[in-house]
């Protein structure tokens, strides 16, 4: 009995995206954090100042409630780098809870690209897991994702 082998083409090798980025003013680490909508560019520096910048505005004047601000510093404050580190975080879509833990989450991400052995700590406080809840589409025929109109049997 003979067996044809069928020839696959060779995949092609997924754009890699640079997590360790050498530049002039220094060496940063990059992540993406996401909750939601909302989208979190992170870039890190160990060596700085010890600030933490979204879109351009420091932290404090971007996110208004002391909670938001909490969460954005909960992944440095875990692992002991408060004060030393620089972060620029660039924010896109969603609320402002959503921003803050999806930076919390890119925060978190570019911490493990500095050190493997954060991860422990990280995962034990849930700072690495991503929130896959977002908004259902609405369907057709109803009024929204779920809701209908009411039936009547006269």
């Not at 938001?68 to 879509?93: F, S």
């Not at 809870?97 to 999806?102: F, K, L, N, S, V």
């Not at 050190?115 to 700072?127: Q, V």
Request: with cysteine; net charge positive.
């Amino acid at each position: 009995m003979a067996t044809t082998i069928k020839k696959v083409a060779p995949k092609k090798a997924a754009k890699k995206l640079k997590v360790k980025v050498e530049t002039p003013t220094g060496t940063y680490f990059y992540a993406l954090g996401r909750r939601k909508r909302a989208t979190a560019k992170t870039k890190l520096w160990m060596t700085g100042t010890g600030g933490i910048t979204v879109n351009g505005k420091p932290y404090t004047e971007y996110f208004p409630t002391y909670e938001a601000r909490a969460t954005v510093q909960d992944a440095l404050k875990a692992v002991g780098h408060g004060d030393n580190v620089t972060v620029v975080i660039e924010c896109i879509g969603g609320g402002l809870r959503g921003q803050a833990e999806a930076a919390r989450l890119g925060i978190s991400r570019a911490l493990l690209l500095v050190n493997p052995d954060f991860r422990k700590t990280l995962k034990a406080l849930s700072y690495l897991m991503r929130d896959p809840r977002e908004k259902e589409r609405k369907h057709y025929g109803f009024k929204r994702a779920r809701k209908a109109s009411q039936w009547a049997k006269r």
